[in-house]
């Protein structure tokens, strides 16, 4: 069956530092893969799109990389800074429906002063 | 409005009732998604609405689940016969649809309890 697998501990990271996150998946071709922001109490909010032919994204202190090989993402903020608290989830669409996109269960960071 | 909107915010039902669950997607947005997120949970597909084509219902958990969407627009989520384990935040979200413009835009959800 279909996994999308997120690290369930927390990242405690000081701020300044890089913090990066890991998205594993099995049993998917993959179309397309997004990161999203979640805030306590609120829904979703996206930050990056990345598509299976792609390397590489970035946005300001964001970057995003996808490995195909691997069946991996890795998602890096850069010169953390404690507004970057959150839970960031990885979803991801395939190639067979690409539309419907599954999310990861999401990964608390915690950016310390 | 300038973004997806969801009503009511909070719901309160006693087992066994009806709940309907309303959203309002970002105009001229054609994929309408529905999601669920249990506390400290990931967020569990439902159902997927792409324009005048047939919703992708893969993702309801049982037939006492059932959503339309209306011209193309507002989309009501309904729960037959609430059960203590439906409790969750609803959430819906829209995107403008085709295959490179796929970022989804969230409501802020809809907290139903049922007791």
């Known amino acids: 069956s279909q996994k999308i697998e997120q690290n369930s501990e927390a990242l405690n990271i000081q701020e300044g530092k890089t913090a990066t996150l890991t998205c594993n998946y099995t049993?998917?071709?993959?179309?397309?893969l997004q990161w999203y922001r979640q805030d306590p109490g609120r829904g979703p909010v996206f930050l990056l799109l990345?598509?299976?032919?792609?390397k590489e994204k970035r946005k300001e202190r964001l970057k995003v990389t996808f490995d195909t090989t691997l069946k991996q993402s890795l998602f890096h903020i850069t010169a953390s800074q404690p507004a970057d608290s959150a839970t960031y989830l990885c979803a991801l669409a395939a190639t067979d429906s690409w539309g419907k996109f599954q999310f990861g269960a999401g990964t608390q960071v915690v950016v310390t002063p | 409005g300038a973004g997806v909107s969801q009503s009511p915010s909070n719901k309160v039902t006693e087992k066994g009732k009806d709940v309907e669950l309303r959203c309002d997607p970002i105009?001229?947005?054609?994929?309408l998604y529905w999601y669920r997120q249990s506390l400290g949970q990931g967020l569990e597909f439902l159902i997927y609405?792409?324009?005048?084509?047939?919703?992708?219902k893969s993702g309801l958990p049982s037939d006492r689940f059932s959503a339309e969407r209306t011209g193309g627009s507002v989309s009501t989520l309904t729960i037959q016969r609430t059960q203590q384990e439906d409790s969750a935040v609803y959430l819906c979200a829209s995107s403008p649809g085709g295959l490179g413009n796929t970022e989804a835009f969230f409501g802020q959800g809809t907290r139903l309890t049922v007791v």
């Open positions: 049993n998917y071709s993959p179309a397309y």
């Open positions: 609405f792409q324009g005048n084509s047939a919703p992708d």
């Open positions: 105009s001229g947005h054609t994929a």
């Open positions: 990345i598509r299976e032919n792609e």
